[in-house]
């Protein structure tokens, strides 16, 4: 390994709701006088993995067949830092799931021939916020909100209130579910709930 190489891993904030987007940047950093030349035996040049714990909930990682080989490329890296993504987890587990609040661990690692350097950053999820209380939020106030759906009436339910949702949610489990949106008022004054992103919760 090149002790010059290492690696960096920066996230906007450090706290997200359920269901937000996070933006993680990598950077490789070369910290000697002279470009250095790292050899990759795949076309993945990096990895990104999000942990509970120790238990990888998502990866960016796509299996492949052992039998699969690719012809060795270099990236050259210049004295300095050199940012290889910037990406934008969509706070999705692998199963299609959203994990529930808490911290979690997200792990980036650079995948070269024998360059491995890794980089790691915690980020925590807050709680739902209660459906009665959606209308003490500013107009426009994104937010995550969860419950049981009743798929007939587009009305989502938790323990304290029920709000109507903007649109239909189609093969919706009976399991509570995450909804990230806003809340409006229709024309007589009815709160209903612009639903922007949706999933199961896990």
């Known amino acids: 390994m090149l002790a010059a190489l290492t690696l960096s891993l920066q996230i ?18 070369n910290s000697a006088n002279a470009p250095q030349i790292v050899r990759f035996a795949r ?7 999000v942990l509970r714990g120790k238990t990888v909930i998502w990866t960016n990682a796509a299996p ?3 039998a699969t080989s690719y012809p060795v490329h270099k990236r050259k890296f210049i004295p300095g830092p050199s940012v290889i993504v910037v990406y934008i987890w969509n706070g999705v587990d692998s ?21 491995t350097p890794e980089a790691s950053a915690t ?8 459906i009665n209380a959606l209308e003490t939020l500013k107009t426009g106030d994104v937010v995550t909100i969860g419950g049981t759906l009743d798929a007939t009436k587009g ?18 489990p009976v399991t509570p579910i995450a909804v990230r949106g806003y809340l409006l008022k229709r024309y007589d004054r009815t709160p209903i709930f612009i639903v922007q992103r949706w999933a199961p919760l896990s």
């Open 12 to 29: 906007q904030q450090s706290s997200f709701d359920l269901l937000d987007g996070v933006s993680i940047e990598i950077a490789a950093h």
């Open 43 to 49: 076309p993945a040049e990096y990895e990104l993995e």
């Open 64 to 66: 492949e067949p052992e």
């Open 95 to 115: 199963d299609g799931t959203t994990p529930g609040p808490g911290n979690y661990t997200i792990r980036a690692r650079l995948l070269g021939i024998g360059e």
């Open 123 to 130: 980020v925590h999820f807050g709680s739902l916020v209660p």
């Open 155 to 172: 009305i989502l339910t938790d323990a304290g209130g029920s709000v109507v949702l903007g649109r239909r949610i189609l093969n919706a």
